[in-house]
């Protein structure tokens, strides 16, 4: 699965970020609310972004903490090129080609970001993953997930799936790249809402919450 999910992504890498945003109905919001809730008591903080793809995230959270040091990590190497052109020159950035899942970070950080990337991992995984992410942050440190979560029914899950093709078709973006969307789609595993907060909370979280959602586009924030 993780080689179907890498050969996707670095096909997708070229005109990632042209049609990103699109591919997204409610993008704005949605990544609007990931930077909002990344809130920290700190001018210069260490960032992670986790599955940072070209760094739009990364570039909105840097927009809030100019003086942040970012740690961007995407198993997609041609994702990362996207990432390193987009921030050519700019100090207190590294970059990691790595599956986050299984890299031994060397630091703690004060804040975990990361978006669109979660859902891909097995449910056991997400919930490795929500356990190590917990033990990477300082104290008081914040993490906060913009992903999907499953409908709670299979009924709401194809509906959900409808209201996004119809949203996406009611855009400018040509019939192949919708296509090619939904074959990356394929791939998703989402967890419903109810158990990915339930597993923030057995990773030890003090306070987890959802702060946003937009069928299955949805904000967790889950803080140490």
């Known amino acids: ?105 060397e630091r703690s950080y004060c804040a975990i970001v990361s978006s669109l990337s979660i859902h891909h991992l097995t449910h056991e995984d997400k919930q490795v993953l929500f356990r190590k992410i917990h033990s990477m942050l300082k104290p008081g440190g914040v993490f906060v997930n913009a992903d999907q979560a499953a409908g709670s029914s299979p009924a709401f899950v194809a509906e959900f799936k409808q209201l996004w093709l119809e949203a996406v078709t009611d855009t400018d973006l040509e019939p192949e790249d919708i296509e090619a969307s939904k074959k990356r789609r394929l791939l998703d595993i989402d967890a419903t809402l109810t158990d990915q907060l339930q597993w923030l909370c057995d990773a030890g979280f003090a306070e987890v919450d959802c702060v946003y959602r937009n069928r299955e586009f949805t904000v967790f924030v889950a803080r140490a």
Request: net charge negative; glycine share 6%; aromatic share 14%.
């Open 1 to 105: 699965m993780e080689n179907n999910v890498k050969k996707q992504f670095d096909q997708a890498a070229p005109s990632y970020d042209d049609k990103h945003g699109k591919l997204i109905p409610c993008y704005e919001d949605f990544y609007g609310a990931a930077v909002t809730w990344a809130d920290v008591a700190n001018d210069a903080p260490y960032i992670l972004d986790l599955g940072a793809g070209t760094g739009r995230l990364s570039a909105m959270m840097l927009e809030k903490y100019p003086g942040a040091h970012v740690t961007m990590v995407d198993f997609s190497e041609d994702m990362l090129e996207k990432a390193k052109a987009r921030f050519a020159g700019h100090p207190n950035l590294e970059y990691i080609a790595a599956d986050y899942l299984t890299y031994e970070f």
